[in-house]
């Protein structure tokens, strides 16, 4: 059995490390150096320099470990722990040079999720938690706030890049947001909205289409902060299930029906 207590700290300075590479990387990033997988899905030599940084780093740190990687440079064989990484959610953000993105590391356990970073480079916030602790970003608490109902809170939310199916029942579940609530935003970046969310700036979160690499560790800070979390359905296949809601005790229940009501 690894100790986190060890573990958690030594992953959080693998973050910082790789991190320090991305905005290096940033000042001098041409659009020239840009992959396009789809419309709106873009990959760089940056994405996949990060991650391969990542995998050889974590790797040492657990040897007997196995990955889920976004850019395929290393994989798995059923191990006992598995990193699940996005070593740059927010690459569109990133190649307009526009701020927020992050790196997102998770670890799990079998079948359990037991720790999750996001190191969000632009205000150089890392959201952390293993087990064992409570939620934090840069060695301060956090939890969800204490709002009551959609009317006292602020959401985000995300558009998939190339899935355009579900867009028209999106469209209506943020249109009935815009209007009850204190707002809506949309940032780019699913792990920087849910570690927002664990740490109380936002209220609830909402997007279909995503990869278990983009929310692994947001929706596990989401749980240790006191959020609430589930796939459109309200039911618990929300990492693999390629959509999720999220949200504090007092909007969550609220969020949810709206979009079984409007979604389906």
């Known amino acids: 059995m690894i100790d986190l207590s060890k573990v958690g700290p030594q992953v959080i300075d693998i973050a910082k490390k790789t991190g320090e590479f991305i905005v290096k990387e940033k000042d001098s990033f041409s659009m020239k150096s840009v992959e396009q997988k789809g419309m709106q899905n873009f990959v760089s030599y940056v994405d996949k320099e990060a991650e391969q940084q ?14 889920i990687v976004e850019e395929q440079t290393a994989s798995h064989n059923q191990e006992k722990y598995i990193w ?60 969800v706030r204490k709002v009551a109902g959609i009317a006292n809170s602020l959401i985000s939310t995300g558009f998939h890049t190339n899935d355009f199916s ?30 927002y969310l ?14 278990v690499w983009d929310v692994a560790a947001g929706a596990y800070l989401v749980q240790k902060a006191g959020g609430e979390i589930s796939d459109y359905s309200g039911a618990n296949n929300f990492y693999y299930g390629r959509e999720l809601c999220a949200g504090t005790p007092g909007v969550y229940n609220e969020l949810i029906e709206i979009i079984k009501n409007t979604m389906f």
């Open 84 to 143: 699940i990484v996005d070593p740059l959610d927010g690459t569109t953000n990133f190649i307009h040079g526009v701020f927020p993105f992050s790196i997102s590391i998770a670890l799990k356990r079998d079948n359990d999720i037991i720790l999750g970073i996001v190191y969000e480079l632009g205000l150089k916030e890392v959201f952390y938690s293993w087990e064992g602790i409570d939620a934090f970003c840069n060695d301060k608490q956090i939890t």
């Open 54 to 67: 990542l995998v050889s780093a974590l790797k040492e740190l657990i040897p007997e470990s196995g990955f």
């Open 166 to 195: 579900r867009l028209s029942g999106h469209i209506k579940v943020v249109e009935q947001v815009v209007k009850n609530s204190h707002g809506l935003r949309r940032h780019g970046s699913a792990a920087t909205d849910l570690a």
């Open 198 to 211: 664990a740490a109380g700036r936002f209220d609830g979160f909402f997007e279909y289409g995503l990869n």
